[in-house]
């Protein structure tokens, strides 16, 4: 990459003066004016190169500039750039069996969205639709979008400013034995009594009013929780027992970033909706949707579905999945990310926590992966209290510009530091991110 700090500082002033950031206080925030990227490193106009563990918002699946995909949006953009939902279109058709291959079970048929929080909007909608109930159960520790049904969904502070449309929503805790809710020592315990939880949240709401509940499959931005082996297997055979929809937000544990296609292979579970997105295309042309199962599908085989979007199976998003499905296969990027968090990103981890008291806990598979920042290993205390800002924060934000300065661009929320780097990153890669998370850390030691 090429310097140009004229061109840097023109974009930098034009974003400052029109345009309006998510989540941010606008005259607090300095964002980095970018020049370029490709395959899991960026770059800015001051020449200074970033390798990228956080793929983005936890999307860039494949890498930036994938030439197939990127060529695959070219074509697709020259042929028939645009049209409207309700006809059959040669890209939408073919992105929609791929998918369909691809998730669990009898999900066959799929709705598509522009993003996440769209794709938890309708599965919230099918379910209520489709059982005739109002109410709809979610875990705290989780992200669901920022749309309004998605947002009320949500467990995490985010949700507090919107946090006036929540009727019918009923928040649980679902496992997390480092920071257990239900006082758990192993996982085996923590598992029956987030089970036993969940049962009493239904029958105090009552659970002929339970049209759905919702859980990402493994939590990311709240953590990358991996749940206990007999938990979602539990929840699904309570689902049944009782009629609720279950839905599995996919959105960001799907499409490789496990080392499976979809999350819930793990796990064993299929669920009646499965929301997806991010990684579904690398996000280079907005897209999400939900996969429906055949009983749900066929409520909205006879009845019209009450929902629809202007872009729903957009055919630059649709030719961009098309193309980055067929990558991933003929790549073996799913199997890539599976080795490379078993054999290069687990063991580097844990060998970092091992060497730095700050790190309490390393969680994790494929590419998705969580380093728990702590004052103190034995009380677990976090570096940073939950929801800090200013200079309740300082460590975590001290922690982020050493990375930043050594060249590593870090994924960071709360006391936590996740590693998401591209699905197919390179071992070497891998190496020397972990080589500059050593370095960073003493930073995080430094407040012990
Ligand atoms: N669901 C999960 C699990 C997510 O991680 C996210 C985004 O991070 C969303 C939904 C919302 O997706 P979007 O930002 O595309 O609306």
Redesign the pocket.
């Known amino acids: 990459p090429h310097a140009d700090p004229a061109k840097g500082a023109a974009v930098k002033a034009a974003d400052r003066a029109h345009v309006f950031h998510s989540w941010s206080a606008q005259e607090l925030i300095d964002p980095l004016a970018v020049a370029g990227a490709e395959g899991a490193h960026f770059w800015d106009y001051e020449g200074n190169r970033y390798l990228d563990f956080t793929s983005g ?2 999307y860039t699946n494949i890498g930036y500039q994938h030439p197939k995909v990127v060529t695959a949006v070219q074509e697709q953009a020259g042929r028939l750039a645009t049209f409207a939902p309700a006809f059959a279109i040669d890209v939408r058709s073919e992105a929609a069996r791929l998918i369909a291959e691809r998730t669990p079970g009898d999900l066959d048929k799929i709705f598509f969205t522009n ?4 794709a ?1 909007e309708n599965a919230a909608r099918m379910a209520r639709v489709h059982t005739g109930r109002p109410k709809i159960l979610s875990a705290y520790r989780s ?4 749309t309004a049904a ?1 947002i009320n969904l949500t467990g995490d502070p985010r949700r507090w400013a919107s946090d006036n449309g929540s009727a019918g929503v009923v928040r649980f805790w679902a496992p997390f034995l480092y920071r257990s809710p239900f006082y758990a020592k192993t996982e085996e315990q923590e598992c029956a009594r987030a089970l036993r939880h969940l049962e009493d949240t239904i029958a105090y709401e009552g659970p002929q009013s339970i049209a759905a509940i919702i859980l ?1 499959t493994i939590p ?2 709240a953590g990358i929780m991996v749940p206990p082996p007999g938990y979602l297997p539990g929840v699904r055979e309570i689902c049944d027992r009782y009629g609720i929809v279950l839905v599995l ?1 996919e ?2 544990a799907g499409f490789g970033r496990t080392g499976t296609w979809f999350a819930a292979e793990h796990f064993d579970v299929v669920p009646d909706l499965l ?1 997806f ?2 990684g579904v295309n690398s996000g280079y042309v907005p897209l ?1 949707g939900v996969a429906i199962s055949g009983e749900i599908a066929d409520t909205f085989a006879r009845r019209p579905y009450p929902g629809g979007l202007t872009y729903s199976g957009h055919p630059l998003a649709c030719a961009a999945a098309v193309a980055t499905i067929d990558v991933m296969a003929e790549e073996g990027v799913v199997e890539h990310a599976a080795r490379i968090g078993r054999d290069v990103l687990g063991p580097g981890l844990r060998d970092l926590a091992d060497r730095h008291p700050s790190v309490g806990e390393v969680r994790g598979l494929g590419a998705f992966w969580a380093l728990e920042l702590v004052r103190d290993p034995d009380t677990r205390e976090p570096l940073v209290p939950y929801n800090a800002s200013g200079e309740a924060n300082a460590p975590m934000t001290a922690f982020a510009t050493a990375c930043k300065k050594s060249g590593l661009w870090p994924f960071i929320n709360m006391n936590r530091t996740h590693v998401v780097p591209a699905c197919n990153i390179s071992e070497t890669e891998a190496k020397d991110g972990l080589t500059l998370l050593d370095e960073a850390l003493t930073v995080a030691d430094a407040h012990l």
């Open positions: 918002l936890v993003g996440g929080a769209e938890v992200y669901h979008g920022a998605a990402e990311g931005t937000d959105v960001m929301t997105a991010k999400g």
